[in-house]
């Protein structure tokens, strides 16, 4: 395989053996670059700062509960040196108030540290493609919110039969390659199809799509 085509990842979490496991996920098989890991963030941050941005990770797994900083506190930091970087929280925490600062502060996805290593690695492919992968349960909690933020469209969205079953697929939670696999095109394909949808129901994520798609009945 290609190394560019590899998804660059990087990773912080303060547990060295659960650290390790994280790097020993990123394989080329799994179309992963290797990791750069990071015990806590202010070391992470530092080397963001030095490292050219054509090297910044495209996707960034972040624990919550780290020494020193905040996961949750360096959020917008990453997100000024490294603007097109995929967040991704993987933490032990699932209380709705570090859901809601989380997913509010920029990040495109939150796991459990309870995910299977296959999940947490198609994750980080999903989020690379613009995907917000998330634990059911987090998932559940992060609609509710915006179900309650997202006011009714003004007008009824009209969406095409295709837009429509990609819509469903959104709302039971699949990845960004299921949904190619069951619609029979190419993942960059699906891509492209997510970002119009979402223009068409103004939302920016997967999760204010399916938010919305539950408060017009769109499927």
């Known amino acids: 395989m290609n190394p560019e085509s590899l998804t660059r990842t990087w990773l912080v979490e303060d547990h060295d053996t659960f650290r ?3 790097e020993r996920l990123c394989t080329a098989k799994r179309g992963l ?22 090297n910044h990770p495209q996707v960034l797994l972040l624990d919550v509960g780290l020494p020193g900083r905040s996961g949750l506190d360096i959020i917008a ?6 603007p097109d970087c995929r967040i ?3 933490t032990v925490f699932e ?10 502060a920029g990040a495109c996805g939150y796991l459990l540290k309870t995910s299977r290593p296959e ?3 198609e994750a ?3 989020a690379a493609h613009g995907g917000s992968p998330m634990s059911p349960n987090v ?3 992060v609609v509710k919110m915006l179900a309650k933020l997202i006011k009714p469209a003004p007008a009824p969205i009209a969406l095409t039969p295709r837009e429509r079953e990609l819509l469903a697929h959104l709302v039971e939670g699949r990845t960004g390659k299921e949904i190619a696999e069951k619609m029979n095109v190419s993942i960059h394909t699906t891509d492209t199809h997510t970002r119009n949808l979402f223009a068409k129901l103004n939302v920016h994520s997967r999760a204010a799509a399916v938010a919305r798609a539950l408060k017009d009945g769109l499927v």
């Open 20 to 22: 390790r496991s994280l």
């Open 33 to 54: 670059a290797p990791a750069q890991a990071f015990a806590n963030a202010e070391s992470m941050l530092e080397a963001l700062r030095t490292t050219k941005p054509d």
């Open 77 to 82: 930091d990453v997100h000024d040196l490294a």
């Open 88 to 90: 991704v929280i993987l």
């Open 95 to 104: 209380d709705e108030a570090k859901i809601t600062q989380a997913i509010s």
């Open 119 to 121: 999940q947490i690695a």
């Open 124 to 126: 980080i492919l999903d």
């Open 139 to 141: 998932a559940a909690s």
